[in-house]
């Protein structure tokens, strides 16, 4: 059978998660070819060991391509994580492609074959993707899924999606038109999660199915349950920033999506430590991530430029005041 679908899996130190995930893609039931792109990011363990069991097993079907590990100083784990998933996109020759991250895992075996037929459709040529729900199961065994079970089945518009929901990258089918279009300069240490998702709206609607066909496991090692709060909230700074320059039409959107930052930024502003955030700090200034980098540099800001900050000014004049002032 033709590859018609990607399925590009990023590793770090997964072994123990390599055999469910690779598992879960070889079980779907397709009447077309499914390609496994694998991207370790220098694991240490036996992540890769794990994975070559499997291409002997499955000869063909499995690609595996080992990064060079970074430096411990040089390991921001989004920016690496990042870097894993563009540079797996230059091997996609199929029609579509999907991500997953090692730990997580497919649920039934119908996930690829429904979705692409959704995309195939006549009707849906205007969906640039199509996903579904997501469970997330925590550490201690709680779970809860990505999106409320009452989301009625349909295509959902770029601004619909950024100011209402959001979709688990393991649970969207994309396009492979979409990757020459990308900005992935722009988005070199942060396509991951949803701006993933974000940076591919710009180019059409994402179609949504009620099913349930992947398990996102926050196991305290994934780039936002490992990191400190500091790292979470600039980064997520960084991902408003991105999200501005990508669509700037959606600034207002993008501003209630990410507001809690207003109140929680001010709130640590005197745990932020520049010289704990320098690569962060780089990539906000080579990437003119304004708001991102002035609150990395918060210490060195003048009184006056700090007085606007907390008030919320001094990022939206629209929004100063409807914005918490905090003294």
């Known amino acids: 059978m033709k590859d018609k679908v990607s399925v590009l899996v990023t590793f770090y ?13 070889l079980s779907q039931k397709t009447v077309f070819g499914v390609k496994i792109i694998v991207g370790d990011d220098g694991s240490c363990d036996g992540t890769c060991d794990a994975v070559r069991r499997w291409m002997e097993r499955y000869p063909g079907r499995i690609d595996l391509h080992v990064a060079d590990a970074p430096g411990k100083e040089e390991r921001i784990p989004g920016f690496c994580a990042s ?49 579904h729900n997501t469970s997330i199961v925590s550490a201690d065994g709680t779970e809860k899924t990505t999106c409320d079970p009452s ?3 349909g295509k959902i518009s770029a601004r619909k999606y950024w100011r209402d929901l959001y979709f688990h990258t393991d649970s969207i089918l994309f396009r492979s038109s979409v990757i020459p279009k990308l900005d992935l300069d722009l988005l070199e240490n942060s396509f991951n999660d949803n701006m993933i998702t974000f940076s591919a709206l710009r180019y059409g609607k994402i179609y949504y199915l009620p099913m349930n066909r992947a398990v996102y496991l926050q196991t305290g090692d994934g780039i936002w349950t490992s990191g400190r709060k500091t790292e979470n909230l600039i980064r997520n700074m960084m991902f408003y920033d991105l999200s501005v320059k990508l669509m700037p039409s959606m600034r207002s959107i993008s501003l209630s999506r990410f507001n809690y930052l207003w109140d929680e930024l001010p709130r640590i502003r005197k745990e932020i430590d520049p010289g704990l955030l320098a690569g962060f700090a780089s990539e906000a200034g080579s990437k003119k991530l304004k708001n991102a980098y002035r609150w990395i540099m918060y210490k060195d800001q003048s009184p006056l430029r700090k007085a606007a900050m907390l008030t919320g000014a001094f990022f939206t004049k629209s929004a100063a005041p409807v914005l918490r002032h905090l003294p």
């Open 83 to 131: 870097k894993n998933r563009i540079g797996l996109l230059k091997y996609v020759n199929t029609e579509y492609f999907i991500f997953l991250d090692g730990d997580d895992h497919f649920t039934g075996d119908d996930k690829l074959q429904r979705q692409a037929d959704i995309l195939d459709s006549d009707q849906n040529q205007d969906c640039i993707a199509c996903g």
């Open 13 to 25: 130190n997964q072994e123990r998660y390599v055999d469910a995930a690779l598992e879960s893609i």
């Open 151 to 153: 989301l009625k089945e």
